[in-house]
């Protein structure tokens, strides 16, 4: 086979060699995508069975909460409000629920006088949630929430930011 040969065959072949190393990349995207979605389920999993042992153990309970001047009881329920909170936020992250959803399960949720004090309580924690990021926005969501509520408890169900998801999500 000549070179010229050898050089047109290259040159005809390589169109679909870049097809097929794009097919390769986009799979193995979706294959990333699905791991670090199988690890946040994991992980989780993982912080969700701490707070369950935290819950039933007050010196555990002491050992994960940072805060302070609260008996056992309120601790447990300030734990258990935390757990709700991330599962429904993990909801969200793995696409289980929509933007919109997720403000639907937040409305109810922050209409829970034990979660509206985990939340006035938790204030400070907030406050180092990098900028743009998921918790950021839904934290901001949830302030708005809270903040629509005091003032119009009986119409609860139209609280909150728009069901449009917000830029980044």
């Given at each position: ?7 047109r065959r ?7 060699l870049?097809?097929?190393?794009a097919r390769?990349?986009e799979?193995?995207?979706v294959i ?7 690890n ?23 050992a994960?909460?940072?805060?302070n ?17 991330a ?29 509206a ?5 938790t204030v ?6 990098a ?7 839904v934290?901001?969501?949830v ?5 629509e ?5 009986e ?8 069901p449009e998801?917000?830029p980044?999500?």
């Amino acid at each position: 086979m000549g070179r010229g040969t050898r050089r047109r065959r290259q040159e005809a072949t390589l169109p679909d060699l870049v097809d097929q190393i794009a097919r390769l990349g986009e799979e193995l995207h979706v294959i990333g995508r699905e791991l670090r979605r199988a690890n946040e389920i994991q992980v989780h999993r993982l912080l969700t069975e701490q707070l369950d042992r935290a819950m039933d153990d007050p010196a555990l309970a002491a050992a994960l909460s940072t805060l302070n001047g609260i008996s056992e009881h309120k601790r447990r329920q300030m734990l258990f409000a935390n757990r709700e909170y991330a599962t429904i936020l993990l909801s969200h992250r793995t696409g289980t629920i929509d933007w919109s959803e997720l403000l639907g399960n937040l409305r109810v949720l922050c209409r829970n006088e034990i979660f509206a004090e985990y939340w006035e309580r938790t204030v400070e924690h907030r406050r180092s949630l990098a900028a743009g990021s998921l918790e950021r926005r839904v934290g901001e969501a949830v302030d708005t929430l809270m903040e629509e509520l005091a003032d119009d408890p009986e119409e609860w169900w139209i609280v909150g930011p728009s069901p449009e998801p917000p830029p980044g999500d």
